[in-house]
C-alpha cells in the first residue's frame, strides 16, 4: 500500500488534485480511498458528492472519507483525559492541577492523524491519499508524533505510568515507522509558481526533511496559458505572466532534487469525477500517479571517515535566507531551521566527537568532527 500526502499554500489548488490523482488511480484498477484531514471541507466539492467520516464508494474503486477532528476530540478525548488524571493522580498531583494538565494542545491533530492510520488499515487499499490542510497546519500534524512520543519516553521511566503510556507509545512509534518510511509514504507539494509561493515551498521541504520525511514530487499548478499566437494586450500580459512563471519555476527547479510537474491554469473549475480525469490525464501525461522517477532517496545522515575525524552530511536542503542554529545536546544534535527544531541522534562512532566545522548548503550541511580534547 501507498500513502500520499498531498499539501501545499492555503489556495494553491491542493484538493483538486489530490481528488484527481485518487480519480486517475482508480480509473486505472487500483482501489483507491481519499480521505481529507482539512477542515475547510473542500474534497467534498471537488468530488461533488457528500462525504462522512467513513469510506464510502464515489466511483468504481475510488471511496473517500472526511475526518472530523471535532468529532474525533468529542468522542475520544474524554475518556482519554480520565484515564490521564488517573495517572496524574497517581503521581501526587491534585485533582485541579491534574484537570489543567491533561488539556493537551494538538489533540485534535493527533486524533486525525490516527484515524488517517486507522482507515489505511482496515480496508484493502492500493493507495491512501490524504487531502491535509494547509502547510503550516500540516507540518504540526506530521511532527506530533516524535514530539510527543520523546515525552512519553521521558515519563516510561516512572512505573506507575508504564501500563498507561504503553498503548499510547506504540501507537506514536507506528504513526512515526509509516510516516518516515519512503517505501510506504511520500509527500506532493502542490504550488503556484510565485516567488512567495516558493519560498513557503522551500522552507517545506526543509522541515519536512528535518521531520525525516520524503517529497517525491512538486506540482506546480496553475500556470498562465502559452500565447504565442495571441495577439493584443491578453496575449501580451499572458506571455509576460508566463514568462515570470518560469523563470521562478526554473529557479525552484535547479535547487530541488525532487521531480516538478506543471499543470496549467483551467477556465473552469474541475468538479466531478469527469473533469477530474481530465486534468489528472493532463497532470499525468508524462508518467503515471506512481510510475515516475521519485524524489532522490537520500539518507538524512551520512558518515564518512577523514583523516583522525569524521564528515557528517545531514542531507537537509536549505534556502540562502535560512535562520540556522547547531547545538551539541549530550548524544543528540538540536538542530534549528527557522524556529523548526529537531533533535537527531548522533551514531555512536560519534559521541566521543566534537564538532569542529561546518558547512550549509541547498543541498544540507557538513559537519567536520574530530577526538574530544579531554584535559
Sequence with gaps: MRILLFTGKGGVGKTTIAAATAARLARDGRKTLVVSTDAA???????????????????????????????????????????????????GIDELDAEELTVLPGVDELLALGEVARLAAAG????????????????????????????VDRLFGKRVLREALRTLADHLTELRRVLTDPDVTSVRLVFTPERVVVAETRRTLTALALRGIQVDELIANRLAPKARRWGGPAGAWLRTRRGEQDVVLGQLESSVTAPVRVLEHRAAEPVGSAALLELA???????????????????????????????????????????????????????????????????????????????????????????????
Design 41 to 91: 471541507h473542500s474534497l467534498a466539492d471537488a468530488l461533488d458528492t457528500r462525504l462522512r467520516p467513513d469510506p464510502s464508494e464515489v466511483d468504481s474503486n475510488l471511496f473517500a472519507s472526511h475526518v472530523d477532528s471535532r468529532e474525533l476530540v468529542d468522542r475520544s478525548w474524554p475518556r482519554l483525559r480520565e484515564q490521564a488524571r488517573g495517572v496524574l493522580a497517581g503521581l
Design 124 to 151: 484493502t487499499w492500493d493507495v491512501v491519499i490524504v487531502d491535509c490542510g494547509p502547510t503550516a497546519e500540516t507540518l504540526r500534524l506530521l511532527a506530533l508524533p516524535e514530539a510527543i512520543a520523546r515525552y
Design 281 to 375: 490525464d493532463e497532470l499525468y501525461a508524462e508518467w503515471g500517479p506512481l510510475d515516475g522517477p521519485g524524489g532522490e532517496r537520500v539518507p538524512l545522515l551520512d558518515v564518512q571517515r577523514t583523516g583522525d575525524g569524521y564528515l557528517l552530511r545531514i542531507a537537509l536542503p536549505l534556502p540562502d535566507d535560512s535562520a540556522l542554529n547547531l547545538a551539541r545536546v549530550g548524544d543528540e544534535l538540536a538542530i534549528t531551521v527557522d524556529g523548526l527544531r529537531r533533535l537527531i541522534a548522533l551514531p555512536a562512532a560519534l559521541r566521543r566527537y566534537e564538532v569542529v566545522d561546518a558547512e550549509a548548503s541547498q543541498a544540507g550541511l557538513v559537519l567536520r568532527l574530530r577526538p574530544e580534547v579531554t584535559a
